[in-house]
T-cell receptor, first 112, second 113 residues
Framework: EAQVTQNPRYLITVTGKKLTVTCSQNMNHEYMSWYRQDPGLGLRQIYYSMNVEVTDKGDVPEGYKVSRKEKRNFPLILESPSPNQTSLYFC???????????FGQGTRLTVV | KNEVEQSPQNLTAQEGEFITINCSYSVGISALHWLQQHPGGGIVSLFMLSSGKKKHGRLIATINIQEKHSSLHITASHPRDSAVYICAVSIIYSGGGADGLTFGKGTHLIIQP
């Protein structure tokens, strides 16, 4: 089954404790991206990747890192999480071009 | 940077009503996506279109490229259609680059029995 898998689904952590949210897709998509969703602001892009070892900043990259060492995986890293990073995070993937985007199930992160 | 505006922000209707959600954007695009987000939070792609009209069951999506406008229609609406509907646009550049999706803020739809 074609899917984008994020883990964990829910995470509560403390300020400053490094964490990683994983994202994996099984569709051989070149394009992968991370978004955060906040009430009143909608979905905003954090980082994206056009292919292995090719990543770039989206609209709200501060406080986040990503890596793309393999085509299928695109982890989101918060080196020192802060409460303003409490949000609902989505990973998405697609073929480059005007193709359908597939979304992960979402990760609800709370930083206290 | 593309600006994506959706209307209405909130919509409550009775079961069976015909629903229309509108989306407009400011810059020429390669594709427009309609997404559905259920209360559990998961996002599902409903349509991706770059011209004309698409239909899937009771859902119809149209786009007018010249007017930079798209509509999502739901016929014979049902309580299970209650969700947030999100419009998003993407741009593919001739040089091979691409912009990620730019999203509208969503339309919160409630269908009452």
């Amino acid at each position: 089954e074609a899917q984008v898998t994020q883990n964990p689904r829910y995470l509560i952590t403390v300020t400053g404790k490094k964490l990683t949210v994983t994202c994996s897709q099984n569709m051989n998509h070149e394009y992968m991206s991370w978004y955060r969703q906040d009430p009143g602001l909608g979905l905003r892009q954090i980082y994206y990747s056009m292919n292995v070892e090719v990543t770039d900043k989206g609209d709200v990259p501060e406080g986040y890192k990503v890596s793309r060492k393999e085509k299928r995986n695109f982890p989101l890293i918060l080196e020192s999480p802060s409460p303003n990073q409490t949000s609902l995070y989505f990973c998405a993937s697609s073929f480059i071009g005007s193709y359908e985007a597939f979304f992960g199930q979402g990760t609800r992160l709370t930083v206290v | 940077k593309n600006e994506v505006e959706q209307s209405p922000q909130n919509l409550t209707a009775q079961e069976g009503e015909f629903i229309t959600i509108n989306c407009s954007y400011s810059v020429g695009i390669s594709a427009l996506h309609w997404l559905q987000q259920h209360p559990g939070g998961g996002i599902v792609s409903l349509f991706m279109l770059s011209s004309g009209k698409k239909k899937h069951g009771r859902l119809i999506a149209t786009i007018n490229i010249q007017e930079k406008h798209s509509s999502l229609h739901i016929t014979a609406s049902h309580p299970r259609d209650s969700a947030v509907y999100i419009c998003a646009v993407s741009i593919i550049y001739s040089g091979g680059g691409a912009d990620g999706l730019t999203f509208g803020k969503g339309t919160h739809l409630i269908i009452q029995p």
